[in-house]
C-alpha cells in the first residue's frame, strides 16, 4: 500500500512540476499575475508530494518490505537500519528520487528566500527549476521506478553493495547531490535573465549566494568521496581520475570559475556573457555526470547498472535543457556588452586570467574523461585514458591558479596598483621559498621536484592570502565576511596543494608477506603483524589482524585492518586499519592469505593526507561565510535598478 | 552573433558522439577477449580430488571442439549459472573442462557435491596463473574452443541457455558426435 | 608583519616538521633498479576488476597474480615492452592505461595545448580592448572592500 501512495505522490508531483514550469514561464511572460501567484504554491506542493514518496520508499526500506523491487535489490534483513535508510540512494532508482528530492528542496528554497526579487524573475527561475524538475521526474517514473513490485517476493534481499556499507556512504551521496543539483538555481537564473533580456550587477548579487552554497556543498561531497575511497575502496589511494570522479570535479572547476566571474559582474558588471555561459556549463556538467554514470556509456568503479534505454532518455533531456540554454545564449549574449575597461594587472584581468585556467582544466578533465567515447563514436580505435594522462598535466594548471592567486589577491579592481602591493606579494614568495626549502630538504628529504614547487607555492599562497586581513585586523578595519571567507578558502587551496604535493612525493608504501611476530620497516616505524582472528559482523563474518605500529622501538599504536566476506553477495571487502596522526596517516591493508598464518600486507606512511579532505572543508567554509555576507540579505533590493515590470523585456 | 553560437553547436556535435556511445554501450558491458582467433593457451594442471588422480592437459580434447567454464566457489553468479550447466551438461554436446579458478580444493569438492557436477573433468587454478593465460577477469566466464584448438568465443557472466544455444550449440560442426 | 616575526616563524615551522619519518626503502626486488621497474609498470597495468585502478592500487585476487607475474618476469629479465606485450596478448590494448601517441590518440594531447594557446589568444585580445577603453575612463571604483 505505502508503495502505491509513494508511486502516486510522485506521478502528482509529475503534473505539479508541469503546472510550475507552465505557470511561471508562461505567467512570466504574459505578465499574468494569476499565473505567476500559483507558482509558489506549485512549488510547495511538489515539494510535499516529492517528500512523500521518498518517505515512502524509506519505509519500505526499514520495513524490509521485499515486495519492492529496488528494496529487494539492496536491501536485506540483516542489514542494520542506519544502512537500510542509506540503501535508498545505492542504486539507480533511488538515487534519482534523491535527486528529484534535493531539486525540489532547492527550489523550495528559492521560493521561500526570492520574495525581495521582481516577480516576474523570480516567476521565470522557478519556472525553469520546473522544467528541470519535471524532465527528472518523468525520467524516474518511465524508465526507473524504484517503487516497482516483485511478485512473488523473494523471502530476503539480495543485500546492500557492501562497498556502500559504511557512514560515509550515508553522506556522500547527498551532499554531493546538493552541490551538483545546486548548480540547477544559477542556470535558472541565468535563463531567467536571458529570457528577461536583462542582465545587471543586481542580477549577480542574487545569484552569487545561491552558487556559492551549492559549491561548498560540492566540495564537501567530493571529499567525502574521496577519503571513502582512501579507506573502503582502493587501497590507500584518494583519488584515481575515475570517470564518475570527473563528472564531480568537472561542475566544480566550472563552479569555481562561476563564482568567481559573478564576483566581476558583481562589482563592475564586466564578463556577463562569461558569467551566463559559465552558469548554464556548471549546470549542464552536472547533468552531463548524471548521464556518465547511469547510461553505460563508461566503464568505471562505481557506475550504475547500465542501460542504454536510460542513457537515451538522459540524453534527450539534456539536449532540451542545454541546448534550449545555449540557444538562448547564442539569440541573447550580443547584448550583454559592457563598456568598462581595465588594465593587465587589474583584480578584473587576474580574475579572467584564473577563469581561463579553470575553463582549461575542466576542457583537460573532459578530454581525459570522454576521449575513449569519442574515439569509439568516430571509429577511431579503442584507447583508454589512465591516472598519467591527468597526473602529468593538471599539476601545472593548479600551480598557474595558484600563482594566480598568490598575486591577483593584492590587485585593486580597474587598475591593478599591483606596484603598491610588491612587497607583500614578494615577501610571502620568500616566506614560501624559504619555508619550503625547510620542509622538504630538513623533514622529508629530496622527493620530486614538482612537488618542491607545490609545497613552496601552497606556502606563498597562505603567506600571501593573510596579509590584508591581518593587516586590516591590526588597524581595526572593517572585516567583511566576504574577506574572511574569500581568505580561508584560498588558504584553504593553499593547504590542499601542499598537503597533495607532500603525499604525492613522501609517501611511503610497501606490499610484504607477514607471519605472527614478523616486522616490517618504515623509516623510523615499523609494523608488527601480532596475530590473525575470526571477526563476524551483523552481516560478514572475516578475519581481522593485529597490527602494531611501532615508531624508534617503542609502541604507540595498533592497526585493525580487516578482511570481510558479506553472504549475502559473496564478495569480499578490505577494510583498511588507519590510524591518523597529526602529520600522516599509518595505514596497513591485508591482501591475501599465503597460508601457514602468513598474509601480504598493504603497509603505507601517508604523510599530510588528512589535509588534503580538511582543506576541501576549509574552502567550504570560506565559501559559506562569504556567502553569509551581509550585502546578500539586505532586504529592500527589489526595484533598485530593474525597470518597471510592464515594460517589455527590451534588450 | 557569431561566437555566440559556438557553444550551442559544440555542444550538439558532443551529444552526437553521446548518442553513438549510448548506442553502442551494450557491446562495451563486458570486454572482447583478446584471445578470438588465436591458440589456446595450453596448460597441464592438477585435477580437483586425489592428488593420485594426476594432471590434465588440454592437448586431451586435441581435434575436437570443447569447452572451458572458469569458476569458483567464492563467485556468487557462479553459483546462479549452475543449474544451467547441469543442464548444458545433460545434453552431452561438447565436454566441458571446469576451471576451478582460486579456490580452495575442500570448498569445492564439497561445493560439486552438493550442487552436482556438470564438469567433465575438473582442473585447479590455485595460483590463477591459467585464467591469466586466458584473459580472464571476473568469473564466471565460458569459452568455445574449436577443434583446431582456437578460441572462438567467450561469454562473461552467468551462462544462460539462450547464449549457449545461441554461441556454442552454433559453432559444433556438425560432423562431431557427442 | 616585520621580518625578524616571519624568520622566527619559519625556524619555529621547520623544527616542528623535522620530526617526521624520511623515506627508507625497503626492496621486495633484488635490487633498486627493479623495484623502481616494478612500481612504475605496475602502476601502468589497469586491474581489469576494478576498471579504473591499477595492478598497483587494487587489492583484489587478479591484480595481486598480475603484479606477481609482473615481478616474476623482471626477475627472469624481460624488458618492460615484453612484459607490457605479455599483457596486451591476453588482455588486449585496454590493459595498459597510458594512450600510445599514434595518429588516433595525438588530438587528445594535442587539445590541452590547443586550449592553453587559445586561453592565452583570448587574454591578450580581453586585456587589450579594456585597457584601451581604461585609458579614457576616470571613473572611481568602489575600493571599500575588494570584493
Known amino acids: ?651 | ?178 | 608583519m616585520n621580518t625578524r616575526g616571519i624568520w622566527l616563524a619559519a625556524i619555529c615551522a621547520s623544527v616542528l616538521l623535522a620530526r617526521v619519518a624520511s623515506a627508507i626503502d625497503i626492496t621486495l626486488l633484488p635490487n633498486e633498479a627493479q623495484q623502481q621497474r616494478y612500481e612504475a609498470l605496475t602502476h601502468e597495468i589497469r586491474c581489469m576488476q576494478c576498471m579504473n585502478n591499477s595492478i598497483a592500487d587494487s587489492p583484489v585476487g587478479l591484480a595481486a597474480d598480475l603484479r606477481r607475474d609482473v615481478r616474476e618476469m623482471i626477475i627472469a629479465g624481460k624488458t618492460d615492452d615484453e612484459i607490457r606485450a605479455y599483457m596486451v596478448q591476453r588482455y588486449g590494448n585496454v590493459i595498459l592505461f597510458n594512450p600510445p601517441l599514434t595518429s588516433s590518440t595525438a588530438w587528445v594531447w594535442a587539445t590541452p595545448l590547443v586550449a592553453l594557446i587559445g586561453g592565452i589568444v583570448v587574454a591578450i585580445v580581453i586585456v587589450r580592448r579594456r585597457g584601451r577603453l581604461v585609458a579614457d575612463d576616470d571613473t572611481p571604483v568602489d575600493e571599500e572592500t575588494p570584493r
Open chain 2, 1 to 178: 552573433m557569431n561566437r555566440f553560437v559556438l557553444p550551442v553547436i559544440i555542444f550538439l556535435l558532443l551529444a552526437g558522439v553521446l548518442y553513438v556511445g549510448v548506442v553502442h554501450s551494450p557491446d562495451k558491458s563486458t570486454m572482447v577477449s583478446a584471445l578470438l582467433g588465436k591458440p589456446a593457451p595450453a596448460f597441464e594442471l592438477r585435477m580437483l580430488g586425489d592428488p593420485a588422480r594426476g594432471t590434465f592437459s588440454s592437448q586431451r580434447f586435441a581435434g575436437r571442439p570443447w569447452v572451458l567454464n572458469v569458476w569458483g566457489t567464492w563467485c556468487a553468479a557462479c553459483r546462479d549459472e549452475h543449474p544451467v550447466l547441469l543442464d548444458i551438461a545433460k545434453q552431452n554436446r561438447l565436454p566441458i573442462v571446469g576451471l576451478d579458478w582460486r579456490d580452495d580444493d575442500e570448498d569445492a569438492m564439497r561445493w560439486l557435491t552438493q550442487l552436482g557436477n556438470p564438469y567433465t573433468v575438473v582442473v585447479v587454478d590455485s595460483e590463477g596463473r591459467t585464467a591469466i593465460d586466458f584473459g580472464v577477469y571476473g568469473a564466471p566466464e565460458t569459452f568455445f574452443i574449436d577443434a583446431e584448438g582456437v578460441v572462438q568465443y567467450r561469454h562473461v557472466g552467468a551462462m544462460t541457455m539462450e547464449v549457449w544455444e545461441r554461441e556454442f550449440v552454433g559453432r559444433i560442426p556438425h560432423s562431431v558426435s557427442p
Open chain 1, 1 to 651: 500500500m505505502i508503495p502505491e501512495l509513494g508511486h502516486f505522490a510522485l506521478i502528482l508531483a509529475l503534473v505539479l512540476t508541469a503546472a510550475q514550469a507552465v505557470f511561471g514561464l508562461a505567467g512570466a511572460h504574459r505578465r499574468d499575475d494569476r499565473w505567476q501567484a500559483a507558482v509558489r504554491p506549485a512549488v510547495a506542493g511538489q515539494f510535499v508530494l516529492t517528500s512523500t514518496a521518498i518517505g515512502a520508499l524509506v519505509w519500505s526500506f526499514v520495513n524490509f518490505d521485499f515486495s519492492v523491487l529496488y528494496v529487494a535489490s539492496n536491501s536485506n534483513s540483516a542489514l542494520p537500519t542506519f544502512y537500510r535508510v542509506a540503501a535508498l540512494w545505492g542504486a539507480h532508482e533511488g538515487s534519482l528520487l534523491l535527486w528529484a528530492w534535493i531539486l525540489s528542496l532547492w527550489t523550495l528554497a528559492v521560493a521561500v528566500f526570492s520574495r525581495n526579487l521582481p516577480p516576474t524573475f523570480a516567476s521565470r527561475v522557478m519556472g525553469v527549476l520546473g522544467i528541470v524538475s519535471f524532465g527528472f521526474l518523468l525520467f524516474a517514473l518511465v524508465t526507473s521506478n524504484p517503487f516497482e513490485r516483485i511478485i512473488p517476493s523473494p523471502a530476503d534481499g539480495r543485500d546492500l553493495n557492501p562497498v556502500l556499507q559504511d557512514p560515509a556512504l550515508a553522506i556522500h551521496p547527498p551532499l554531493l547531490y546538493t552541490g551538483y543539483v545546486g548548480f540547477a538555481v544559477a542556470y535558472a537564473f541565468a535563463c531567467a535573465a536571458m529570457l528577461e533580456g536583462k542582465l545587471d550587477q543586481t542580477w549577480a548579487r542574487w545569484t552569487r549566494p545561491w552558487t556559492t552554497i551549492a559549491w561548498c556543498f560540492l566540495s564537501v561531497g567530493i571529499a567525502l568521496g574521496s577519503w571513502w575511497a582512501y579507506y573502503e575502496l582502493g587501497w590507500g589511494g584518494y583519488w584515481f581520475w575515475d570517470p564518475v570522479e570527473n563528472a564531480s570535479f568537472m561542475p566544480w572547476l566550472a563552479g569555481t570559475a562561476l563564482i568567481h566571474s559573478l564576483a566581476v559582474t558583481e562589482k563592475r558588471g564586466l564578463f556577463k556573457s562569461w558569467t551566463l555561459l559559465l552558469a548554464i556549463l556548471a549546470f549542464s556538467l552536472s547533468l552531463l555526470g548524471t548521464f556518465l554514470v547511469r547510461s553505460g556509456v563508461l566503464v568505471s568503479v562505481h557506475s550504475f547498472a547500465a542501460d542504454p534505454a536510460r542513457g537515451k532518455f538522459i540524453l534527450w533531456s539534456l539536449v532540451v535543457m542545454i541546448g534550449g540554454a545555449l540557444t538562448l545564449y547564442s539569440l541573447r549574449a550580443h547584448t550583454l556588452k559592457s563598456n568598462a575597461g581595465f588594465e593587465g594587472t587589474s583584480r578584473d584581468a587576474f580574475l579572467l586570467y584564473n577563469n581561463i585556467l579553470l575553463v582549461i582544466a575542466t576542457v583537460v578533465v573532459f578530454i581525459g574523461t570522454l576521449a575513449p567515447l569519442v574515439n569509439d563514436a568516430l571509429g577511431m580505435g579503442s584507447i583508454s585514458i589512465g591516472q598519467g594522462w591527468f597526473t602529468s598535466i593538471f599539476p601545472w594548471i593548479a600551480l598557474g591558479l595558484v600563482g594566480l592567486v598568490a598575486v591577483g589577491i593584492h590587485a585593486a579592481w580597474k587598475r591593478g596598483r599591483l606596484g603598491e602591493s610588491s612587497r607583500r606579494i614578494w615577501l610571502s614568495l620568500a616566506i614560501g621559498l624559504v619555508l619550503g626549502a625547510i620542509v622538504v630538504y630538513g623533514a622529508y628529504g629530496p622527493g620530486k621536484w614538482l612537488s618542491l614547487v607545490g609545497i613552496i607555492f601552497g606556502l606563498w599562497l597562505i603567506a600571501s592570502s593573510l596579509f590584508d586581513p591581518i593587516d586590516r585586523w591590526r588597524r581595526k578595519l572593517t572585516l567583511s565576511r566576504a574577506i574572511v571567507g574569500m581568505t580561508i578558502a584560498h588558504v584553504g587551496l593553499g593547504v590542499c596543494v601542499i598537503a597533495i604535493s607532500t603525499v604525492e612525493s613522501y609517501t611511503v608504501e610497501r606490499d610484504v608477506a607477514l607471519g605472527p611476530g614478523e616486522t616490517l620497516a618504515l623509516g623510523r616505524y615499523a609494523y608488527r603483524f601480532e596475530k590473525i582472528d575470526p571477526v563476524e559482523g551483523p552481516n560478514y563474518d572475516g578475519v581481522r589482524a593485529q597490527v602494531t605500529v611501532l615508531r624508534d622501538g617503542q609502541p604507540v599504536t595498533v592497526l585493525y585492518p580487516e578482511k570481510r566476506n558479506y553472504w549475502v553477495q559473496r564478495s569480499t571487502m578490505t577494510e583498511a586499519g588507519i590510524e591518523s596522526r597529526w602529520n600522516m596517516d599509518l595505514f596497513a591493508a591485508l591482501g591475501e592469505d599465503l597460508g601457514a598464518g602468513r598474509w601480504s600486507v598493504r603497509a603505507q606512511l601517508r604523510p599530510l593526507i588528512d589535509y588534503v579532505w580538511l582543506a576541501a572543508g576549509l574552502m567550504a567554509l570560506g565559501g559559506g561565510i562569504a556567502a553569509s555576507d551581509r550585502r546578500y540579505r539586505l532586504k529592500n533590493e527589489a526595484t533598485e535598478t530593474a525597470p518597471a515590470p510592464n515594460t517589455a523585456g527590451a534588450t
